[in-house]
């Protein structure tokens, strides 16, 4: 089952903020985070691990809450560069690879 | 580093033919790699899993017979589109593991097939 992102999509004006949200339905072992441009393959952002980590770099970080099986990233202070296509990737355990990607949140950046 | 390539970006074919996708990581090994289809608009599903010296583990629903995965070496991986059809028009997309829980993505490659 593909983890639901939400929003699907959301405008900003640079230096606003944004949240975005991950969902699934099983129990996951790790969620990353990536950013895809129109026509051009997803550039990793983050991964974190079982355990309700918080991880972060520069303005953008993001959380994970095991129990809830969610979770979300944070955008600050946003920049035009920051506009594209966000997906969270999910791990369901240990002994596995698989990324199984969420539906996607789609984030455009205005002047 | 962690760079993974793909050869070609584009390609046109018509309808009947096979196409050949490689994937190559270009500064580290991979044992696995892992080969995804993306729709317009529509998220990236993963449609197999190709390990260095075994048979590929394709998910529920895509036809091994039609994409055929060979994992020759530790840098590369390729990706057979047989006889394809305008529907197997995508956007398909590698990606490889330089270490534990991390992929690195390819630049992907746009199929049209007329």
């Known amino acids: 089952q593909q983890p639901v992102q939400s929003p699907q999509a959301v405008i900003l004006r640079e230096g606003e903020d944004a949240v975005i949200n991950c969902s699934s339905s099983?129990?996951?072992?790790?969620v990353h985070w990536y950013r895809q441009k129109h026509g051009e393959a997803p550039v990793f952002l983050m991964i974190?691990?079982?355990?309700?980590e918080q991880k972060g770099h520069e303005k953008i970080s993001a959380s994970f809450n095991e129990k809830k099986q969610q979770s979300s990233l944070y955008l600050t202070a946003s920049q035009l560069s920051y506009s594209g296509t966000y997906f969270c990737?999910?791990?369901?355990?240990?002994?596995?690879?698989?990324?199984?990607f969420g539906t996607g949140t789609r984030l455009q950046v205005f002047p | 580093g962690a760079v993974v390539s793909q050869h070609p970006s584009r390609v046109i074919c018509k309808s009947g033919t096979s196409v050949k996708i490689e994937c190559r990581s270009l500064?580290?090994?991979?044992?696995?790699m892992f080969w995804y289809r993306q729709f317009p608009k529509q998220s990236l599903m993963l449609m197999a899993t190709?390990?260095?010296?075994?048979?590929?583990?394709?998910e529920q629903g895509v036809e091994k017979d039609k994409f055929l995965i060979n994992h020759a070496s530790l840098t590369l991986s390729t990706l057979t589109v047989a006889s394809a059809h305008p529907e197997d028009s995508s956007f398909y997309i590698c990606?490889?593991?330089?270490?534990?829980?991390?992929?690195?993505f390819g630049p992907g490659t746009r199929l049209t097939v007329t």
């Open positions: 990606s490889a593991e330089p270490g534990i829980d991390e992929q690195y």
């Open positions: 099983k129990a996951l072992y790790s």
């Open positions: 974190l691990l079982k355990g309700g």
């Open positions: 990737g999910t791990v369901l355990g240990r002994n596995t690879d698989k990324l199984i």
């Open positions: 500064d580290f090994q991979a044992t696995t």
């Open positions: 190709s390990n260095e010296g075994s048979k590929a583990t394709y």
